[in-house]
């Protein structure tokens, strides 16, 4: 095995390890916590992707379904709001944020970008955490999709879904509640930590960050921003998320520059300010891998241009 590979499984040996300890700790107990952000409008956090319940004359709608595993906890507590779920969106593809579908989809109507609807209806692979995902059933796919965006009016409020392209994966939206004030980002935030970017799905690190210029020019001071992974969130920290993505692609690019190996800058390391980052979900081996695969997929894609 040549020393490069060895680090690289190293690296990811270590995040598995993680994992597993929090599955581990997760099984004693699956439920979810419930956070009111505004009358109307709840934080479900579980195992997965957090989810943003809307509840109001019309019914529920949800933003993200978690997983498989969760299917039970999520519809205990669903059914203490007494009415009807009518609709699931989906922020991207991921099962950590649609295998709820699976369950809910036979009832309610699922919404999402149409590149999440190609994905769920077929195998996909995510190597880096050795994730195979076989093709959804017919009622958990989405009934309805958009390749730009979408509105709906739900529960007095005006609901937008934006795809941003290339970015966490190549099907992701951001979900804007007008009046409310509150955007739930999917994946385009890893509140606090070092995030995943699926370049295998055509996901971007730079391309996350100009997705992410857009949104900043968007929201105010005090729009509450739900991120895929983490804490309840808002536009300061969202900023902080982005300078990170920049200053640590930064670094690995110029590491690349001088013509460094993987290995060689997986020791080396990023400077101390981002050390932080690499506490919640990805260590920092792991994180300067992707963003090495994300740039030289996207050096890949200029040479084919040219
Ligand atoms: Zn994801």
Redesign the pocket.
Known sequence: MNKLFSAFIMATLFFFTNVALAEEHHSEKKSFKVTELKPGFQFLQGKG?NILLSEGKDGLLIVDSDYSEMTPALLETLAKYKSELKYVLNT?W?G??TQGNKELGKSAEIIAHDNVYQRLNSHQEVKLFNMVSKPYPADALPDITFDHSLTLRFNDETIKALHLPNG??DGDSIIFFEKANIVHM??HLFNGMFP?V?VGTNGSVRGMVTNIDGILDHIADDTIVVP?HGAISNKEELLAFRDMLVGTSNEVEMMMQQNMSLEAMQEKGLSEQWKVWGNGFLNEKVWIGIIHSSLTASLQTQDTAK
Do not use: L, N
Request: charged letters at 25%; glycine letters at 24%; zero cysteines.
């Open positions: 992707g991207h991921h950590d944020h966490h994966t999917g994946d995943f699926d895929g």
